[in-house]
């Protein structure tokens, strides 16, 4: 399988997972055009679309794409039936086509009906877990995104967060903040600095890797509940994230 990863608006992300075959699926395509041209230069045939969840910089670009390709399937949750979506799929449900086959799972908190797409190592997680960081609660509770957060950390070590946005940079400052003497955050911050002072993407990113340096899947750490003023072990860790989400929003 190759990995494409198309910029888009500011600081979105689509995807493509193509295969040898130059069969490929497009990922929250917030824009038709940028795809149009990838597909158009590698003569790749697009086999679905795949799509996490309703907001606009996610399903933008599904009506330009199905006007050139009529026949494209269009999978998502529930939340997107009005944004182009033909097959809506739901928790543990296999859609399998051509050489792909992935496995949904479900990650409320940054909207109701977000959903993930997994054929590992491959997660397209849209704005659930970005590197360095987690989606705001727009819909759901810190509940919901907590449990959300621990269900992608269950995956193998090696998955590769297929993130929808840019934002490395500004969530690794929020975890240089939280915790400034952990020298690998320390580090991974100065790494994507210099990634981005060159416009280099950051993402993806392996799950391995945010284990260590992302402090939304570390609100078990003894440091960081001290840091933002919460006596060690006192309340749930699903709180402890809220605190932090909250932190994050005002950062």
Known sequence: MELIRIPALSDNYIWLLCDEDKHCVIVDPSESQPVMDILAVNQFIPVAIL???HHYDHVGGIAGLLKQYPELPVYGPE???NKGTTHIVHEHDLITFNNFSFQIIELPGHTLG???FYQAPYLFCGDTLFSGGCGRLFEG?????FSSLEKIASLPNDTLICCAHEY???NMAFAKAVLPNNQTIQDYYQKIINLREKDQATVPTTL?????INVFLNCHDIDLQKNIGIKPNSIPLSSIFQHLRSYKDQF
Do not use: L
Not at 141 to 145: L, R, V
Not at 208 to 212: M, T, V
């Open 114 to 116: 977000h959903i993930a």
């Open 208 to 212: 391995q890797i945010e284990k260590k």
């Open 141 to 145: 509770t810190a509940e919901q995104m």
């Open 168 to 170: 490395t940079a500004a």
């Open 51 to 53: 799509v996490t969840h």
């Open 79 to 81: 939340e997107t039936k």
